[in-house]
C-alpha cells in the first residue's frame, strides 16, 4: 500500500474539512460519538452536579489558557455558565445554539452534523433545521440519565468543534469517573 493511501485511511475525519474526505473516517467519527453517548449515563445530574461540572470545565480551560465559554442547562433553565479570557460575545450565540441542537435531537450536536454528513449534505441543508437558533457543530452533549434520558446540556465554544466535543466528552469523563455517577 502506499503511503497517500495509509494516510488516507488512518487519517481522522474532520468535520471542518471539505467534502472529499474518506467515508470510513466519517464512519469511524460516528461510531466513537455514538459510542460515547452510550458510555457517558449518570445516575443523576443534579444542579449542583452541574455546578461542579462546570467548575471542572472552567478548571480545564485555564489550565490550558483555552478561549472558551461553558454552558450547563436545561430547558429555559441555565444551571451554570462561564467566560474565560479570550471567549468573546458570538461564542453565546455558539453555546445556545449548539445547545439547542442536543437538546432537540438528544445527541451531541457534533453527531447531528455528523449524521448529515454521511446522508451527503449538511444539517443546514434541510429547511427545517433553523441556523438562526441551532448549529449542527460539535461541542454541546446531552447529559443522560438513565431510565430518563437526556435531562441537560453542557456545552462549550471557543475552539475548533472537534476540540469543543473532545473537551467536553474529556470532563465528563472526569465528572463520571470521580463521583461514580
Same mark, same amino acid.
Given at each position: 500500500?502506499?503511503? *497517500? ?10 468535520? &471542518?474539512?471539505? !467534502? &472529499? ?7 469511524? +467519527? ?6 460515547? %453517548?452510550?458510555? =457517558?449515563?449518570?445516575? #443523576?445530574?443534579?444542579? !449542583?452536579?452541574? %455546578? ?7 478548571? +480545564?480551560?485555564?489550565? #490550558? ?20 479570557? /479570550?471567549?468573546?460575545?458570538?461564542? &453565546? ?12 435531537? $438528544? ?12 446522508? /451527503? ?7 427545517? $433545521? ?10 454541546? $452533549?446531552?447529559?443522560?440519565? #438513565?431510565?430518563? /434520558? ?11 468543534? =472537534? *476540540? &469543543? ?6 470532563? =465528563?469523563?472526569? $465528572? ?6
Amino acid at each position: 500500500m502506499s503511503n *497517500e493511501a495509509s494516510a488516507a485511511i488512518l487519517a481522522p475525519f474532520d468535520p &471542518d474539512g471539505g !467534502d &472529499d474526505q474518506p467515508a470510513a473516517a466519517l464512519e469511524s +467519527l460516528i461510531s466513537t460519538v455514538e459510542a460515547e %453517548v452510550a458510555e =457517558l449515563q449518570f445516575t #443523576r445530574f443534579t444542579n !449542583d452536579d452541574a %455546578v461542579a461540572l462546570g467548575q471542572l470545565l472552567v478548571q +480545564l480551560g485555564v489550565s #490550558r489558557d483555552l478561549p472558551i465559554a461553558i454552558s450547563i442547562c436545561k430547558p429555559n433553565h441555565i444551571l451554570f455558565r462561564a467566560a474565560l479570557d /479570550g471567549a468573546t460575545p458570538d461564542n &453565546d450565540y455558539w453555546l445556545d445554539a449548539k445547545s439547542r441542537t442536543a437538546a432537540r435531537y $438528544f445527541v451531541p450536536s457534533l453527531l447531528v452534523g455528523l449524521r448529515a454528513r454521511r446522508n /451527503g449534505g449538511h444539517a443546514e441543508d434541510n429547511p427545517m $433545521f433553523d441556523t438562526s437558533t441551532h448549529a449542527a457543530h460539535g461541542g454541546s $452533549f446531552p447529559l443522560y440519565v #438513565r431510565g430518563v /434520558g437526556p435531562v441537560a446540556t453542557v456545552t462549550v465554544s471557543g475552539l475548533p468543534q =472537534l *476540540e &469543543d466535543h473532545k473537551l467536553v466528552v474529556e470532563a =465528563l469523563r472526569t $465528572f463520571h469517573a470521580a463521583d461514580g455517577l
